[in-house]
């Protein structure tokens, strides 16, 4: 089960995991918990679904994501209570954050509820979310993170939590590596950034627990991302590593590991090569 916070968050930080999984029988679930309606629009034509004027991004974003859940073989999709129980509240600091439905004024218990139903259906061995500063910052990530921690525990005390959680991160050696890489670059993401502890994500690489290689993937992955277009425009910086880096950059996603026991590893550094590692994997697969 993975826990995202608002479309196309799937798609970028967890892509190739999800495609991976889904080939090898896992059940995997995915859990939106806001319809992102106050994203940026990268289609000229759709600007006027934006918050201030139709607000209708959300609606639109429902489609995106659908599409993109079809690029990865994903059928179990849902938004937290229902789409549209919760908002997405902006960047943190807005106005847009005090909203009557804002995901950030959520009520833990209440949100944490909905997603133990989910997990009382579906029983994850796995739960995959944020950090505890959402990956970025942004109070949704943050939310969802507090939310499936809080519905971890839940479950814990009535014998059904998940055996292992994991964080989506970035190791610090990647970034430094991005860095050097496009230090010269017209298209550097890092343009303004003067080093890589100064992104507000990147883990120590003694942090990160698993690094799961779906290198044969990384297509599904971009068609995923090129799913999300109002929020992914076709010039983004994600499309010009992909084309530089292909598969190295698309196929490949890392985690900390949050609870559970560190399973045999098989990846470098010791990582983890699997997140079921440590598991018994057939009692994940399908009927």
């Not at 999800?18 to 029988?25: C, F, I, K, L, T």
């Not at 690094?211 to 499309?239: C, E, N, Y």
Request: glycine residues 10%.
């Amino acid at each position: 089960m993975l826990v995202h916070a608002h479309p196309d968050d799937e798609s970028t930080g967890t892509g190739a995991t999800m495609a991976r999984y889904v080939d090898e029988g896992a059940h995997v679930t995915l859990i939106t918990c806001t319809l992102g309606e106050e994203g940026e629009i990268h289609v000229p034509a759709l600007a006027q679904l934006e918050a201030a004027q139709a607000d209708q991004l959300g609606g639109y974003r429902v489609a995106e994501l659908e599409r993109a859940c079809v690029a990865l073989g994903v059928t179990d999709h849902r938004f937290l209570g229902g789409a549209g129980r919760y908002r997405d509240s902006g960047m943190m600091g807005l106005p847009t954050n005090q909203h009557p439905r804002a995901f950030w004024q959520a009520d833990l218990e209440v949100a944490a509820g909905l997603l133990l139903e989910v997990i009382r259906e579906v029983r994850p061995q796995v739960l995959v979310t944020y950090d505890e500063n959402g990956f970025y910052g942004h109070p949704d990530h943050i939310q969802a993170h507090r939310v499936a921690m809080r519905a971890a525990e839940l479950a814990d005390a009535e014998g059904i939590g998940p055996q292992k959680i994991y964080w989506t991160a970035v190791p610090r050696s990647v970034l430094e590596a991005g860095f050097k890489s496009f230090a010269n670059s017209s298209d550097n993401p890092f343009e303004g950034i003067e080093r890589p502890e100064d992104l507000p994500f990147g883990s120590p690489d003694d942090e990160i627990a698993a690094r799961i290689d779906g290198h044969p993937l990384a297509a599904r992955k971009v068609a995923a991302l090129q799913a999300h277009a109002t929020q992914i425009p076709k010039t983004s910086w994600l499309f010009t590593v992909a084309s530089n880096f292909g598969s190295d950059f698309m196929g490949v996603e890392h985690f900390r590991l949050a609870k559970g026991e560190k399973g045999p590893t098989g990846a470098p550094n010791g990582w983890e090569d699997d997140l079921f590692a440590g598991i018994d994997l057939p009692a994940v697969l399908t009927s």
